[in-house]
């Protein structure tokens, strides 16, 4: 396993205090070069006859690292530093969301329409008309992101508590990427009962319901039972948008190494939620040969006491993860750490794929096999082709909240999925660009208008 590449979560603020002598600064830059550091930003504050003041970012590659590097620059002679910070926590600090209002109050006038006694003619129309809560409150335009905590990131069960950083972070990306308020909801409770009956409590405020970080086998049955019982989007990320990513990506690679979809041999490491919606909705899209694998191997018929999820993809063939690799043309991995090694890589077909997926580390380093693959993508934003969920779930909700569709549908993710991967017209394909940026503005309103077209083609827009 080669060390993590030094990247922006890691970074850290250095403020420091030099001689203001030629090679002073040169001094610092090399004791962070010599760490292993990569340096980013450097900022004159402040100069005089006898000193410089400089703030300077550098990126890291974990805690002790960064520990390392500012112990590195503390032992230079005549160096100071006056502050270190780690970037990350500074960004945390008081939360990262807000609630703005639309309009100031800023006269009797204004509160007597925003309020009382004019707000109750507001809710009058809605009683007479319930519909006219999606025009007259912030319904139409508000997700809902819903967690127990039981599955953060690849962290665990960590509880509601710790879980609503990522939440306030996904509540973000809605707005920056596709103008949607969405707001955190951590509950204290894994009881999928209770997390289905809360959700249904709190359905009238909201125009859809992002299911995050919820651990298998239980958020396919809080998923289910949800889009059963409300009627408005439902949304699981981990699970849907994760496939949806993934089958952008892949469909680019794949023209790349010129297969079908339906004659590649297909191996998924992790059988919890986002492997098993990865391999339906490739099934959806097509696949025929897929084999999951968990912990304990492949999953096989021979096997006992799988999940009725696991069961869907069993097969005849027993085995390891390494039995499975060999001849596959394509490995996908949502599961853990340094799983696949460079020999299974070379156990693969021509021209193979390797989608290691596991954050922060992947399964396999890209380092060790860039000369064994086609193509290989990671879920990190330091390698080419990151398989990033901001691709496609802002814009499923855009698109679900705009047309007020009841659900969310598979047709509605393979038209998402068809959008992202048409972003990158094939003369453009190589196989470091097979998945647009995260960044790319065109992706959201492209994502947008393909699962409206879905909703209206299958009868379930309401606008």
Do not use: W
């Not at 002679?77 to 926590?89: H, N």
């Not at 892949?250 to 059988?271: P, W």
């Not at 694998?293 to 085995?319: H, I, W």
């Not at 047709?411 to 992202?420: D, G, P, Q, R, V």
Request: hydrophobic share 45%.
């Amino acid at each position: 396993m080669v060390n993590l590449t030094p990247n922006p979560s890691f970074s850290i603020k250095i403020c420091l205090e030099v001689p203001n002598r030629a090679g002073m600064l040169a001094s610092v830059t090399q004791a962070i070069a010599n760490c292993g550091g990569n340096l980013g930003e450097i900022k004159l504050l402040e100069q005089t006859r006898k000193v410089s003041l400089r703030e300077i970012i550098v990126d890291a590659s974990s805690s002790n690292h960064a520990e390392e590097i500012v112990a590195a620059i503390k032992s230079l002679p005549e160096v100071k530093i006056l502050e270190a910070r780690d970037r990350t926590f500074a960004l945390h600090e008081g939360g990262k969301i807000h609630i703005n209002s639309r309009f100031r109050l800023t006269k009797p006038s204004d509160l007597a329409m925003a309020y009382t006694p004019g707000v109750g003619r507001i809710c009058q129309a809605i009683a007479a008309e319930p519909e006219k809560v999606f025009s007259l409150t912030i319904k139409s335009n508000t997700v809902a992101i819903v967690t127990d905590g039981s599955a953060v990131l690849g962290l665990g069960n960590l509880g509601p508590e710790a879980a609503l950083p990522v939440m306030e972070g996904k509540a973000m990306l809605f707005k920056e990427f596709a103008g949607v308020d969405a707001f955190p909801i951590c509950l204290n409770t894994q009881d999928p009962e209770e997390i289905i009956q809360t959700v249904k409590n709190i359905a009238p405020v909201f125009g859809g319901v992002n299911l995050e970080d919820i651990s298998a086998p239980r958020c396919f049955e809080i998923e289910k039972r949800l889009r059963e019982e409300i009627d408005i989007p439902v949304f699981h990320d981990d699970q849907n948008g994760t496939a949806i990513v993934t089958l952008a990506a892949l469909t680019n690679a794949l023209i790349l190494v010129k297969k079908s979809l339906e004659e590649v041999r297909i191996v998924i490491n992790g059988s919890g939620a986002a492997g098993i919606a990865i391999a339906r909705l490739l099934r959806e899209a097509g696949a025929q040969s897929l084999y999951l694998c968990d912990r304990e191997g492949l999953l096989s018929k021979q096997r006992q006491n799988l999940t009725a999820e696991k069961q869907e993809f069993a097969v005849e063939a027993q085995g390891t993860l390494a039995d499975a690799m060999v001849d596959a043309d394509v490995f996908i991995g949502v599961s853990a750490p340094g799983v696949l090694t460079p020999a299974m890589v070379k156990s693969m077909a021509r021209d193979p794929i390797v989608m290691a997926m596991s954050n922060p580390i992947p399964e396999i380093q890209p380092e060790l096999v860039k000369d064994d693959v086609a193509v290989i993508a990671t879920g990190r934003s330091d390698y080419a082709n990151q398989i990033n969920n901001v691709l496609a779930f802002p814009g499923v909700f855009r698109g679900a909240l705009d047309c007020r569709a009841a659900t969310i549908t598979t047709k509605m993710c393979l038209e998402a999925a068809k959008a992202i991967a048409a972003a990158i017209p094939t003369a453009e394909l190589n196989p470091e660009n097979i998945i647009p940026s995260a960044f790319d503005p065109r992706i959201a309103p492209a994502v947008a208008a393909a699962v409206q077209k879905a909703a209206r083609e299958e009868g379930l827009a309401r606008t």
